[in-house]
């Protein structure tokens, strides 16, 4: 069965720390692997995208990796602000459909 | 560029009803897929359109159904509601050449 942990579950940081949330899965034959930011009651924004075939994409103060080899995808936040606030959810891409973890809520404090 | 849009935003149904959501996808996206999130939980998915039919299909029983139309908007029918189908249900399109998914907003729906 494919799944998608991510780890920790919930977190809460002082505004202005860098930090980590990571995501693993089972099955290495992955398609590509998306992040995404989920406010409360709302849809999914997405972040990142990373193909098979790349290792990272940057895009601002975020920065996410995939190791196929391992299973793992990291996403990084660079210089966290009270507006990161919410659910990150990573998905890796099936043939035609995405598989999510359960989620990260992060809360940054001011 | 327009996003991916749904309607209702938030939905009230009774037990045993019948419901249908609608999604309009990304200008330029061929594919449409459907996701249902539970309180707490991650998206799972119901089942995708290509070209006005299902490729795809999660676990989910068929009173789950869907449309897609030949300008790629959608509509997700879900027959016999039961308190468990309370959920935000999402919407998402992308494009076969593998540039990843855009979600919409969701529509809310709460069965009483």
């Known amino acids: 069965k494919q799944e998608v942990t991510q780890i920790p579950a919930a977190l809460s940081v002082p505004e202005g720390e860098n930090l980590v949330l990571n995501c693993s899965f089972t099955d290495s034959a992955i398609y590509n692997l998306q992040w995404f930011r989920q406010d409360p009651g709302k849809g999914l924004t997405s972040l990142l995208l990373i193909q098979s075939s790349q290792r990272e994409q940057t895009s601002g103060r975020l920065n996410a990796s995939l190791d196929k080899s391992s299973g793992r995808s990291t996403l990084y936040i660079a210089a966290s602000q009270p507006g990161d606030s919410a659910t990150y959810l990573c998905a890796r891409g099936s043939q035609g459909n995405l598989i999510f973890g359960k989620g990260t809520k992060l809360s940054v404090k001011p | 560029e327009t996003g991916v849009t749904q309607s209702p935003t938030h939905l009230i149904k009774t037990r045993g009803q019948q419901v249908t959501l609608r999604c309009s996808s990304q200008?330029?996206?061929?594919?449409v897929s459907w996701y249902q999130q539970a309180l707490g939980q991650g998206p799972q998915f119901i089942f995708q359109?290509?070209?006005?039919?299902?490729?795809g299909r999660g676990n989910f029983p068929p009173r789950f159904s869907g449309l897609q139309f030949p300008n790629y908007s959608s509509e997700l029918n879900v027959n016999a509601l039961e308190l468990d189908d309370s959920a935000l249900y999402l919407c998402a399109s992308s494009w076969t050449g593998g540039s990843g998914y855009t979600f919409g907003s969701g529509t809310r729906l709460t069965v009483v």
């Open positions: 359109y290509y070209r006005e039919e299902e490729n």
């Open positions: 200008s330029g996206h061929n594919t």
